[in-house]
């Protein structure tokens, strides 16, 4: 691979960020810059090492270096920047220090993996895109169902058809599209579902080994639960062969409680 070149962003032709959590070097994300390639002009901004499950986590205490990195797209090298911190570190540099003007679009992943119920909250791919909706702008985090995924063409073509919607129609402020891919071949799979995030958790262990010194170190282990079983879920979209397009916003409150707890605190003394 060549130097990457400069970046040249016309402002008649739509700036694409691309953004992951598992690295600049990663299959998906190389597959999500390709199938956005004919869309407009695309920026990489990723991580230097792979940042799985650092959730919304920022870099406050370190710093961050940037780094050109060589970067292959379908016509040849793009431009690719390397940043020594999270997902959402990403997207904030490259909106405020890195690009010539703001992007029409972050798009993030393509994960390995799903980004379904309660890991939504852990993963940092969906943290990306969270991150942009934050700053103002469009945001879709794509994942692929399977962990160790052989082809991320469907995926990448899914991400493709979405992202030119989105360029085109917006999507309301402070949301964005949380879209996970079953593992299929395109035309295999059945269709798009627009879903609500199911209820799960994680039943988690910790087994606690010994290094070579007799010292206890601990690995997290555990399975993942469904607790929900509803057909309408993103769980369960996958499970049929569908795409799942989840709505996500910003506003983490829970309106539907607030006369619970003004109740629950109406004699509390400060």
């Not at 499970?239 to 309106?255: K, Q």
Request: hydrophobic share 45%.
């Amino acid at each position: 691979m060549t130097r990457p070149p400069p970046l040249d962003a016309p402002a008649d032709r739509p700036l694409i960020l691309v953004a992951n959590d598992d690295g600049i070097d990663a299959a998906g994300i190389a597959a999500l810059a390709a199938a956005l390639d004919g869309l407009g002009t695309v920026a990489v901004v990723a991580p230097f090492e792979e940042q799985s499950a650092v959730g919304h986590a920022i870099t406050v205490r370190d710093p961050m270096r940037v780094h050109e990195w060589p970067f292959e797209g379908p016509r040849g090298p793009m431009w690719a920047r390397a940043v020594t911190g999270t997902p959402a570190d990403c997207v904030k540099i490259a909106v405020q220090k890195l690009l010539p003007r703001p992007p029409d679009l972050v798009v993030s992943g393509i994960n390995h993996g799903p980004n379904t119920a309660v890991n939504v909250l852990y993963s940092g791919t969906v943290s990306a895109a969270t991150e942009a909706a934050i700053l103002g702008v469009p945001s879709l985090a794509v994942s692929h169902a399977a962990w160790r995924p052989d082809d991320f063409e469907p995926a990448g073509r899914v991400a493709a058809d979405l992202a030119a919607r989105v360029l085109a129609d917006g999507l309301p402020p402070g949301v964005l599209l949380n879209v996970n891919v079953p593992n299929r071949a395109h035309d295999e799979i059945l269709g798009v579902r627009v879903t609500r995030q199911a209820r799960a958790r994680w039943e988690e262990e910790f087994e606690e080994r010994r290094d070579p010194m007799d010292r206890p170190y601990y690995w997290l282990g555990g399975r993942f639960v469904d607790l929900d079983g509803g057909t309408d879920t993103d769980l369960a979209a996958l499970a049929d062969g569908f795409v799942s397009v989840t709505p996500l916003h910003l506003d983490l409150t829970a309106y539907d409680h607030l006369d619970a707890v003004r109740a629950l605190t109406s004699e509390t003394h400060v």
